[in-house]
T-cell receptor, first 111, second 114 residues
């Protein structure tokens, strides 16, 4: 079975720009979640999608948005990037109840 | 609201000695509990989970965890630590219903000395 794949692995953007991060979920998993992990911190929940619908959102502003596609892959979009958005962005997929499988993450640096 | 506490930022242990990484949680109802490990510049890898049943859960790489409902704890343990176990460890709790969204602790850095 394939795991969770994220792209790109690293990205450098300028403050004010927009970015799209991509995630391919593990086969058979219909739930995808996105997390932001700042240096030295635990993962902070951004939002979760189940069968293409957002079914949970953490304490992140509306400029963080997402999509889930019919094949359960997902995108995270961040508009108007700020310096504090620099972090490792993790995607995780899971069956409706069970453990998450995480991707290796996208390291975003905003300069 | 659910929460997870990992009271130790760092745990140091000598190779071959037993290790314990602590986790306490707060959630309504019976929790789903997880441990993940993260190596530098990598995503989180699943170690073990408690859903129901035996309070002692065995997971990957020789790790185990004990669920203690009265103390609301889910400490991670290993009888004999290896240098290669050095990594960042995260405890997570998921509620038993709703959207099942987990909450992660801040992480504990485990350092195993040769």
């Amino acid at each position: 079975e394939t795991g969770v794949t994220q792209s790109p692995t690293h990205l450098i953007k300028t403050r004010g720009q927009q970015v799209t991060l991509r995630c391919s979920s593990q086969s058979g998993h219909n739930t995808v979640s996105w997390y932001q992990q700042a240096l030295g911190q635990g993962p902070q929940f951004i939002f979760q999608y189940y069968r293409e619908e957002e079914n949970g959102r953490g304490n992140f502003p509306p400029r963080f948005s997402g999509l889930q596609f019919p094949n359960y892959s997902s995108e995270l979009n961040v508009n108007a990037l700020e310096l504090d958005d620099s972090a490792l962005y993790l995607c995780a997929s899971s069956p409706p109840v069970g453990s998450y499988t995480f991707g290796s993450g996208t390291r975003l640096t905003v300069v | 609201a659910q929460s997870v506490a990992q009271p130790e930022d760092q745990v140091n242990v000598a190779e071959g000695n037993p290790l314990t990484v602590k986790c306490t949680y707060s959630v309504s109802g019976n929790p789903y509990l997880f441990w993940y490990v993260q190596y530098p510049n990598r995503g989180l890898q699943f170690l073990l989970k408690y859903i129901t049943g035996d309070n002692l859960v065995k997971g990957s790489y020789g790790f185990e965890a004990e669920f203690n409902k009265s103390q609301t704890s889910f400490h991670l343990k290993k009888p004999s630590a290896l240098v290669s176990d050095s990594a960042l460890y995260f405890c997570a709790v998921r509620p038993p219903g709703g959207s099942y969204i987990p909450t992660f602790g801040r992480g504990t850095s485990l350092i195993v000395h040769p």
